[in-house]
C-alpha cells in the first residue's frame, strides 16, 4: 500500500541558484514546462497519496498557495517560522499532520515516474546505488551496514550509495526528532537519519536529480524531453534521424510552447509544403521532411510537459493523414496526365492511409498498441517517417511516377503483412 | 454472488418433437447455430458458474459427453435409470452434488443473455408476469402469496405470471424432494415447488422460449438472429433497408455457413461488383449495394451463433476499406479524363476511409465506440451503407462526376464534424 500521506519539505532559502529564486522557490521553478513539485506532486498523487504537507517559510508561503490552487492538489501548507533551524526541525513540524506511514521528500528534487514507483513501496531512506543524473561530489552518500545506515554525509570516505532525498517513513521519526531538539537548536534531516539508523531501501539507477545551481535546469530539462520520446511505433527514419532533430527542437520550445500549438503549426507547415508542389517538388519535397520530422514535438512536449490528452493525439493522428493526402494529391496534380497513372495514385494515397487504418483499428478492437503486442511490426517498413522521406527523396531526383508505383506497393504490403502478423498471433 | 454449480435437468424423453429428438436430446439440438444447452451454460460461465451438473438418462449419456468434451465444459453427468419417474425425482438425483446455493434449469429452455444476468441475482422461482416468446396456453402458470408460490400448473385460472424453469435453489429442497418421494413414486418439479410454497422472483420480459414442436425452434433461431444486429453505429439505409433483409439472409444461413465464410463470400462479392464497372455501370452500383447489405450478415450470424471473433471484426473492417477503393477506383477509371476530376476523386476515396478512420481512432485513443459515447454521431450522415447506397443510386442514373464530387465533400464534412463533436465532449 502506498501511503497516503506525503510530507514535502521546502523551506530552504535555495541561495545558489543565484536570482532565480529571489521570488520563486526552488520546488516551483518550472523544468520543461512544469514545476518540479508539480511533477513529483502529480505522479504521486496517480500512485495513490491523497494528501500533501508542505513545509515552507513565510516568505514563499504566497506562492505555495497560489501553485496548490492552480493546480486543484488537495495539500496543507505548514510554515516553519525558523528555516534557520534546518531541515530536521522543518520535519519536524509535521508531527501532528500525519498518523500513519508517511512519504518524505525534497521539493527541488526532480524524481521520474520508474523512480517513485519503485521508491513507494519501499522502507526508510531510499538510497541509489547507480546515480547517473547527479554530481557524486556535490551529493550526499550512505554508508550502509545490515540495511540500516550507519553514516550519512557530503564527504564520507566510504560509502555504498547517495541520498535520493526521498523516504518511507513513521511518525516514530518524530520522537528522535524531539530527542535532538532536546539537546540543540539547528538541526539536519541527515541527524534524524544518522540517529534513528533509518532502514535503507536500494533503487538503483532510475532517474531522479536535484537542481543546485542553474544549469541543473537546463540538464534536466534535455533529459526529461530525451526520455519523453514515445518511441514504440517509431520507423526507422524517426528512430536514427528525426528524434534526433526533433527531441533538440522540443528541448528549445517545451518552456515556451502548448503542444496544441505545436501540432497546428505542424500541419500548416504540411499543407505548406503540399502547396509548394505547384512551385518547385524538390522544395515541397524537403519541406515534407521538415514537417515529418516536427511531427515528432509536439508528441515530446506533451509528454516532457505532463500535457498529454488523448484529444491531441487523436486530432494528431487525423491531421497527418490530411497532410499525407494533401502532399500526395498536389504532387500528382502537378505531375501526373494519365488516367492509369492516377490510378496508381490512388492506390498509394489510400494505401497510405491503411497503414495507419491497420495500426489504429488493431488498437480499437484489442485495446492494446500493435506494437507491443506484436513486436514483429517495428521491422515492417512504409511508416510515415519512412515515406515522407523517401518522398523527399524522389521529388529531389524528379522520380514522382517511381514514387506513387512504389507507395502503392509497400503500402498495401504493409498492410497485407500487418493482417497477417495479427492472425498469426492472435488466431482467427 | 452468482452461485457456483448450475443442476441441468435433461432427462425428459422429449416427444413432441417426433423424430428430431430420436437421437439427440432436445438441449442439444442447434438453434442458430449452437445447441440450446450451449446457450445457456456459455452465458453463465461468462456470469461466473463454475461447474455444471447434468441430469440425464441412460440413452442420451453419450451424446452429452461429447457434447461436453467438444465444448470443453466443466461438467458432470449424473444418470437417471428411471426417467419416467419424474423431472422432481431427477432434481433429487442432484443432492450429493451440491452443498450450497446453487442454479436450477431446464436444457431445452433457450435464456437470453439479458434474462440470465437478471436471473442469476434472483431468489427460488424465476417468474414472468410478461412472457413474450412463449405460448401462454402451453406454459405453467404460477399463482404467487407474498412473494411464493401458492400454486403452479399448466392449468390455473387465476395466476400472476410464467414458469420460466430457471430457479435459484439451496439444498434445503432435496429433503422436500426426499418427503414427496417417500409418499410416492412420480414427482414433478411442480410438485415440489408448491410443497416447498418456494420464494418467487420476478424477471419480466426477456427473451427467453422453450423448444417443444419443430417450429419453436425456427421461431427461436429468427429471434435470436434479428436480434443479434449490432445496430449501435448503422446508418440510415443500414436501419431501415439493409438490415430487414440481411437478417433474413442470416437467419436461412446461420446453420449453414460460418462467419469467416461469409466475410470472404462479401468480399469477393465486391471486388467483383468494381469489376463490373468494366461492364456496366448500374449493374456493377446495383451490385455493390448487394454487397453492401451482405456485409451485416457475417456480423448477425457470428453474434447469433456465438462465434464473434476480434480478428474477424478486424479483417472484416480493413476489407470494407479495400471493396471501398477498388470500388471508387474503377469506376473513375473508366468515367473520368481530366486531373482536375481526379482530384476530385482522390478526394472521395481518401474520404471514404477517412469516415471510418476517424471512428475507429476514437475507439484506439478512448477505448470505447464513439457512437456510445457521443450519440450524436448516429445522426451524421456519411457511413458506408449510405455511401454505398448513394453511389448506387448515382451509377443507375450515370451521374458518376456528381457522385465523387458529393462523396469528397460528404465525407470530409463528416470527418470534421466528427472532430468537432469529439471535441465538444472531450475537452482538449
Avoid at 74 to 93: D, T
Avoid at 143 to 149: A, C, E, L
Wanted: net charge neutral; with cysteine.
Amino acid at each position: 500500500m502506498v501511503p497516503e500521506r506525503a510530507v514535502i519539505l521546502a523551506a530552504g532559502l535555495g541561495t545558489r541558484l543565484g536570482t532565480l529564486t529571489e521570488e520563486t522557490p526552488k520546488g516551483l521553478l518550472k523544468v520543461a514546462g512544469r514545476e518540479i513539485l508539480y511533477r513529483s506532486m502529480k505522479i504521486l498523487q496517480d500512485l495513490g497519496v491523497k494528501e500533501f504537507i508542505i513545509i515552507t517559510n513565510r516568505k514563499y508561503e504566497k506562492k505555495f498557495r497560489e501553485f496548490l490552487e492552480r493546480n486543484n492538489f488537495k495539500a496543507q501548507i505548514v510554515i516553519n517560522e525558523h528555516p534557520e533551524r534546518g531541515n530536521g526541525y522543518s520535519l519536524y513540524l509535521a508531527r501532528d499532520k500525519v498518523k500513519d506511514r508517511f512519504l518524505l521528500f525534497m521539493s527541488d528534487h526532480i524524481y521520474g515516474r520508474e523512480f517513485l514507483q519503485e521508491a513507494v513501496k519501499g522502507e526508510g531512506l531510499i538510497v541509489d546505488r547507480n546515480p547517473k543524473y547527479v554530481d557524486i561530489e556535490e551529493a550526499t552518500k550512505v554508508k550502509v551496514r545490515d540495511n540500516h545506515v550507519e553514516d550519512i554525509g557530503k564527504h564520507l570516505k566510504e560509502f555504498h550509495g547517495v541520498d535520493t532525498g526521498f523516504f518511507v517513513l513513521t511518525p516514530e521519526i518524530f520522537s528522535i526528532a524531539e530527542e535532538i531538539l532536546s539537546e540543540r537548536e539547528v538541526i539536519e534531516l541527515s541527524d534524524v537519519v544518522k540517529r534513528a539508523k533509518l532502514r535503507v531501501t536500494f533503487v538503483d539507477g532510475l532517474f531522479w536529480t536535484d537542481v543546485d545551481v542553474p544549469e541543473d535546469i537546463k540538464k534536466a530539462r534535455d533529459l526529461i524531453v530525451k526520455t519523453s520520446v514515445k518511441g514504440v511505433g517509431d520507423g526507422f527514419i524517426s528512430r536514427y534521424l528525426n528524434r534526433k532533430i526533433s527531441t533538440r527542437i522540443s528541448a528549445l520550445l517545451v518552456d515556451h510552447i502548448s503542444p496544441n500549438q505545436i501540432t497546428v503549426i505542424t500541419f500548416l507547415l504540411g499543407i505548406f509544403s503540399a502547396l509548394l508542389n505547384f512551385v518547385s517538388i524538390p522544395l515541397a519535397g524537403i519541406m515534407y521532411q521538415i514537417s515529418s520530422i516536427l511531427d515528432g514535438v509536439d508528441g515530446e512536449i506533451a509528454r516532457a510537459s505532463m500535457r498529454t490528452s488523448k484529444f491531441g493525439g487523436y486530432v494528431d493522428s487525423i491531421m497527418d493523414r490530411y497532410v499525407d493526402f494533401t502532399f500526395l494529391l498536389t504532387l500528382a496534380y502537378v505531375t501526373i496526365n494519365e488516367p492509369l497513372w492516377w490510378a496508381v495514385v490512388g492506390a498509394a494515397i489510400f494505401g497510405s492511409v491503411m497503414v495507419s487504418y491497420s495500426t489504429e483499428c488493431y488498437r480499437a478492437v484489442y485495446g492494446r498498441s500493435i506494437y507491443e503486442d506484436i513486436p514483429e511490426m517495428r521491422y515492417l517498413i512504409g511508416k510515415r517517417d519512412e515515406r515522407a522521406f523517401l518522398t523527399m527523396l524522389f521529388c529531389l531526383i524528379g522520380e514522382i511516377k517511381a514514387l506513387f508505383a512504389l507507395l502503392a506497393v509497400l503500402t498495401h504490403l504493409r498492410v497485407a503483412l500487418t493482417v497477417w502478423l495479427v492472425w498469426k498471433k492472435k488466431g482467427s
